[in-house]
Nanobody
Framework: EVKLVESGGGLVQAGGSLRISCAVS????????IGWFRQAPGKEREGVSC????????YYARSVKGRFTISSDHAKNTVYLQMNNLKPEDTAVYYC?????????????????????WGQGTQVTVPS
C-alpha cells in the first residue's frame, strides 16, 4: 500500500522559513515522482513544485521559484520542500502527491491527474 505522509507545517512570520516533509512508502520501485500542491481557503488547489527522484529534475510554480526548493532523500524515502521568504499568500494546506510511473516534462507536473496517491495535507500559515 502506497502511503504519503506530510509533516512540518506550522505558523511562521512573513519572511521566515519552513521545511515540510513527505514520507513515502509502498512504491514498488525506488524511483517515483512527487509533487507538492497547495490549497488556500476559497481557492482551487494549485501545483507548487515537483521532483522526479530518478534524475532529480525539479519543477516550480512561478509564484515560488527562487523561494522554495524541493529535494529528496532516497535513504529516508522522504521528499522535502524548503520554503524561504514566506509570504501571507503562501498560507494554505500543502499536499504531497505521488506516482510511480509518471515522468514529468514541461508543465505536465502541474496536472493533478498524473498523481495516483495523495497525502492528508499539512497546514502552513503565514500571518499578514
Amino acid at each position: 500500500e502506497v502511503k504519503l505522509v506530510e509533516s512540518g507545517g506550522g505558523l511562521v512570520q512573513a519572511g521566515g522559513s519552513l521545511r515540510i516533509s513527505c514520507a513515502v512508502s509502498g512504491f514498488r520501485f525506488d524511483d517515483y515522482t512527487i509533487g507538492w500542491f497547495r490549497q488556500a481557503p476559497g481557492k482551487e488547489r494549485e501545483g507548487v513544485s515537483c521532483i522526479s527522484t530518478s534524475d532529480g529534475s525539479a519543477y516550480y510554480a512561478r509564484s515560488v521559484k527562487g523561494r522554495f526548493t524541493i529535494s529528496s532523500d532516497h535513504a529516508k524515502n522522504t521528499v522535502y520542500l524548503q520554503m524561504n521568504n514566506l509570504k501571507p499568500e503562501d498560507t494554505a494546506v500543502y499536499y504531497c502527491a505521488g506516482d510511480q510511473y509518471f515522468t514529468p516534462f514541461g508543465t505536465s507536473w502541474n496536472s493533478e491527474s498524473h498523481y495516483n496517491y495523495w497525502g492528508q495535507g499539512t497546514q502552513v500559515t503565514v500571518p499578514s
